[in-house]
């Protein structure tokens, strides 16, 4: 007969301890977990800080996110879906994560349903109009990508995975537009493990002179700009010039290239406040180039691939700190 007292007594002694278990610092715990590819003890945490605060979606969202990483794609749509319903701050978040998850399942055209609904519903986000532009080319809608990225850089100017985005688009049929988009990149992205695809994009470009008609399905490439037709026949013969002396793309080749393609697009190409290219990377980049700091800013993008920019910029630290300065007052133009 006294079981039941002492079982009783157990559980409110219980409480406190249960309650002394911060969630926050177990969100905390569990993120740094995952952030260590340690997915099944992030779980664990998760799941914990879960049990004493079952409403917070963040928690939630992070326990999607370790879902996905586990291969458990059907759970994370069930969590996302939660999320959805709720529509508070991680509803552009969950929408992502459930994309993912239905493109990992092979459902692209789903996938692709779920962003579209959940920009129409957050009124746009530079993360899920970048993923709409990855599964449209998994789609090979091409422009349709290009469309994305470039709302995805509209919603956040300085969105690094859609410049990239925009290079590899365009390297082919309008490299004038690829090199300042990757160039973009590296201004963002020196020097991480994601700039090397960058100069695998430029190399591309500076080594491969073609003629860029008819040389790719219509369904499978951009449209073709005619406002830089003749800024990419002149970047064509400069590279062709390069390539008969048996050249490969040196530093001083690449910032010589780059100058140029600046000079002539600002020439050729016509100012569109409403473009990316007219209306900010050809006017910014002219403005680089025609002050003080070509120099600096050609050493600082190129860094991650040759060696002899980060000694330059070593030996230039002062240089560097003004066109950091430079810089934020191009930012305050916008």
Same mark, same amino acid.
């Given at each position: 007969?006294?079981?039941?007292?002492?079982?009783?007594?157990?559980?409110?002694?219980?409480l406190?301890?249960?309650?002394?278990?911060?969630?926050?610092?177990?969100?905390r715990?569990?993120?740094?977990?995952?952030?260590?590819?340690?997915?099944?003890?992030?779980?664990?945490?998760?799941?914990r800080?879960?049990?004493?605060?079952?409403?917070?979606?963040t928690?939630?969202?992070?326990?999607?996110?370790?879902?996905?990483? %586990?291969?458990?794609?059907?759970?994370?749509?069930? %969590?996302?879906?939660?999320?959805?319903?709720?529509?508070?701050?991680?509803?552009?978040?969950?929408?992502?994560? #459930?994309?993912?998850?239905?493109?990992?399942?092979?459902?692209?055209?789903?996938?692709?349903?779920?962003?579209?609904?959940g920009?129409?519903?957050?009124?746009?986000?530079?993360?899920?109009?970048?993923?709409?532009?990855?599964?449209?080319?998994?789609?090979?809608?091409?422009?349709?990508?290009?469309?994305?990225?470039?709302?995805?850089?509209?919603?956040?100017?300085?969105?690094?995975?859609?410049?990239?985005?925009?290079?590899?688009?365009?390297?082919?049929?309008?490299?004038?537009?690829?090199?300042?988009?990757?160039?973009?990149?590296? %201004?963002?992205?020196?020097?991480?493990?994601?700039?090397?695809?960058?100069?695998?994009v430029?190399?591309?470009?500076?080594?491969?002179?073609?003629?860029?008609?008819?040389?790719?399905?219509?369904?499978?490439?951009?449209?073709?700009?005619?406002?830089?037709?003749?800024?990419?026949?002149? %970047?064509?013969?400069?590279?062709?010039?390069?390539?008969?002396?048996?050249?490969?793309?040196?530093?001083?080749?690449?910032?010589?290239?780059?100058?140029?393609?600046?000079?002539?697009?600002?020439?050729?190409?016509?100012?569109?406040?409403?473009?990316?290219?007219?209306?900010?990377?050809?006017?910014f980049?002219?403005?680089?180039?025609?002050?003080?700091?070509?120099?600096?800013?050609?050493?600082?993008?190129?860094?991650?691939q040759?060696?002899?920019?980060?000694?330059?910029?070593?030996?230039?630290?002062?240089?560097?700190?003004?066109?950091?300065?430079?810089?934020?007052?191009?930012?305050?133009? #916008?």
């Amino acid at each position: 007969m006294r079981l039941l007292p002492i079982i009783l007594l157990l559980c409110f002694w219980s409480l406190p301890l249960i309650a002394q278990e911060d969630p926050s610092a177990l969100v905390r715990q569990g993120v740094n977990l995952y952030d260590k590819g340690k997915y099944k003890e992030a779980m664990d945490v998760l799941e914990r800080a879960k049990a004493i605060w079952p409403e917070s979606t963040t928690i939630l969202y992070e326990i999607a996110l370790t879902c996905y990483q %586990l291969k458990d794609l059907d759970r994370t749509i069930r %969590l996302a879906d939660s999320i959805i319903a709720r529509k508070d701050i991680n509803i552009a978040e969950a929408y992502e994560v #459930k994309a993912s998850a239905q493109a990992k399942q092979g459902n692209n055209d789903e996938s692709i349903n779920t962003l579209i609904t959940g920009i129409l519903e957050t009124g746009g986000n530079d993360q899920l109009f970048y993923n709409l532009g990855v599964n449209y080319i998994r789609k090979h809608k091409m422009t349709n990508a290009e469309i994305c990225f470039l709302n995805a850089i509209h919603h956040k100017p300085n969105h690094a995975s859609s410049y990239l985005g925009l290079a590899e688009l365009n390297q082919v049929v309008n490299p004038a537009k690829s090199l300042l988009a990757a160039c973009q990149f590296l %201004l963002l992205e020196p020097n991480t493990k994601r700039s090397q695809s960058a100069f695998e994009v430029i190399n591309f470009i500076l080594t491969n002179p073609v003629s860029r008609t008819g040389i790719m399905n219509d369904s499978l490439a951009l449209g073709l700009d005619s406002s830089y037709l003749r800024v990419n026949a002149a %970047l064509d013969s400069v590279i062709s010039l390069n390539k008969g002396k048996g050249d490969i793309m040196t530093f001083d080749f690449f910032k010589k290239v780059l100058k140029d393609v600046v000079i002539w697009s600002s020439k050729e190409v016509a100012y569109d406040e409403d473009d990316a290219w007219r209306g900010y990377l050809i006017p910014f980049f002219s403005d680089i180039f025609q002050s003080e700091y070509g120099d600096v800013f050609s050493n600082y993008i190129a860094q991650s691939q040759w060696q002899v920019c980060m000694v330059w910029l070593e030996d230039h630290r002062d240089r560097l700190d003004d066109f950091s300065r430079f810089l934020k007052g191009e930012e305050n133009k #916008k």
